[in-house]
């Protein structure tokens, strides 16, 4: 079985894409490579030559027509012409159950959009991309995939030189907020109506009959991207860069450069070295989201309706929408944290009682829900006053519950053992990338896979970081 290329993408107007060939490395080699990944997309076997070649850029495998992506973002608020800078969109594959996967090509090199970059990437950065967005996917949280690391055998300079990579990321789609944004600063009113029926037959396609397809897909990328946040807090994420061009209308997450988890629980947590103002710390990230879905409905607004008004009164409505919907995805979420069986009326009160008393104490965000679940509730963080009055509420909403082997279920099923921490993921790419030594990356992988079951051996994995090994700042990966 091999790989089934059908690029629709590449059938849209030119505009949206430019045929730019990827950079070929002379020396290609296989890092890591997803096999079960390989086998869902359809592909069985393979020699480690044959696919170090197929996922650098060497000799895209058979049926790719290597294209780079069109867009444009705001990036921190500011608007800007943007586009695949180092990336190449080899196709798309069907997989055997039919699903569609995008397959690109990230550290390619350099195409039409790349402004002052060198189109590169660096080992360190692809391999932290591979791991993260891995383990969200075994946390449950909708994310773009990682085929493969393959090291290009180059330099990349960057304060250092460092080894060069090439990313092979493996998406339901690479459209994002920012490619609606270029049609519209294009004033392409064609083109954007093309793209939102195309939009619309890939990740909606029961929505795809709609009399106005704009408003259709713009409700469901909403929603979306509802669930996504929600996910992220659910597991303790901070994406880092949620700029429009970094939002995929699929709602998956896209595009790992400094995303962190928490650790202490701390709302206004930013880990971002370039986010100086802690515009996406942790409890930003709904109103982040509300704020790039209106610039979303902006794009699309001259397909909303025919007259000006009535499609500025319909984005609104939706864009107002936001706040209720998200706050009542927020407290459904928690719910599942706190094993919750039914919903109350006080539930979203007690959800914010424990935050606050977790950010008073610095409770450690995984392993304080992670305790409740056990029902490990002695010692730090639950023997200060607020903490304690809280647990007595807990427990007396449990109580009346009852249903106590299905709530325990539920809280261990939303609340991981592991998650990749911060210190554990800077220290194995360190070694990987300083040392070549991909074991403690290896090894951080598999226990990441499985992130919700408790088991011997995990002591380490669990642990906070020690004040010396915390991690202050995280740094974009180009
Ligand atoms: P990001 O912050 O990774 O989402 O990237 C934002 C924009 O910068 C995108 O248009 C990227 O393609 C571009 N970019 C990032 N790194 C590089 C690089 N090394 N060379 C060229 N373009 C880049
Ligand atoms: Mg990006």
Redo the contacts with the bound molecule.
Sequence with gaps: MALVFDNTYARLPELFFSRTPPHAPRAPELGVFNWPLARRLGLEAADEATLARWFSGAEPPPGAEPISQA?A?H?FGGF?I??????SLLGEVVAPDGRRFDIQLK?SG??P?????????ALGPMLREFLVSEAMQALGVATTRSLAVVATGEG?AREDMLPGAVLTRVASSHLRVGTFQYAQALRDREALSTLVEYALARHAPERAGAARPAPALFDHVMEKQIDLVAAWMRVGFIHG?M?T??MAISGETI?Y?PCAFLDDYHPLTVFSSIDERGRYAFANQPRIAAWNLARFAEALLPLFADEAQAAIDLAQQRIDAFEPRFRARWIAMMRGKLGLIEAREEDGALADDLLSWMADEGADYTNTFRALAEGETEGAPFDGEAARAWLTRWRARRAAQGRDDEAGALMRANNPVVIPRNHLVEAALKAASEAGDLAPFEALLRVLARPYEMREGLERFRAPPQPQERVRATF???
């Design positions: 867009y973002g990036q800007s943007l586009g695949d800078g180092r990336a550290g350099r195409t959009f790349s402004r002052r970059g060198d189109g590169k990437a990349v860069v700029n061009d970094n595009d450069g974009c990966g180009t």
